[in-house]
């Protein structure tokens, strides 16, 4: 794939890739790759041709979520190949680099890692690639934003204050680089006892429902906290891939993203 025309400014497209959607934070921990992961599974499930780009530089889970670890080949020493797994065509750069090592890169590094890996994957022909980003504010969501034509982020939180202080920066450099905000997903809003069916808000309660209103930006869904959806991503087989309720929520928030 060629993302660059020769002389060409501004945001460009990728070569064979319909829309890219990127899932970003403002804090780790809040289940954004959790959340990337199922969806382009759900995304698959539906019946799209789905790419996931692991970009998180800094922490790449998508291996272990996705379940995958081989090193992908480059036959011709140009294109990288991609690896398939849930019916994702997918890449991460936890599989060019050694997972027990900490990257310690500089800025152009980064950006350099990160356009070989939206610009020399063999992607093939995509209906959505989601580009799961690293959490906050940083010189990667920058590039991607100036250098690719996304068609838009969503913004996962969960409903405590500090993640949403942080949601509200993610949003607003967004905002900045002229990326449309697609909306927000509570995630881990609620946690229902599986011995009693007593609902918990451990996180808190409506603030997401809130940022999204005072956003005029949809609230895509709410996903409670729950533990298959846990052991699941550990497993490597995303919840979505699996039958219950955590896959019919991811199934929906897939059906309003493409519909
Ligand atoms: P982030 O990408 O925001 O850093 P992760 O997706 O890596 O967050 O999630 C952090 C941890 O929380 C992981 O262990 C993941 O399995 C778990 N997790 C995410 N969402 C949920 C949820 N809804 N219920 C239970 N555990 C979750």
New binding site residues.
Partial sequence: PTPQAPGQTGPQRVAGVDRILAVG?GK????????ASNLAVALAREGRRVGLLDA?IY?P?QPRMMGVSKRPGSPDGKTIEPLRAHGVTMMSIGLMLDPDKAVVWRGPMLMGALQQLIGQVAWGELDVLIVDLP?GTGDIQLTLCQRTHLTGAIV?STPQDVALLDARKAIDMFHTLKTPVLGLIE??SLYICPECGHEAHIFGHGGVRDEAARLDAPLLGS?????E??LA??AGTPVAAGEGAMAEAYLKIARGLVA
């Fill in positions: 934070s780790g921990g809040v289940g954004k790759s959790t959340v998180d922490g889970s959490p996962v995630n881990m996903l409670p906290i729950d533990l959806t846990r991503g550990d």
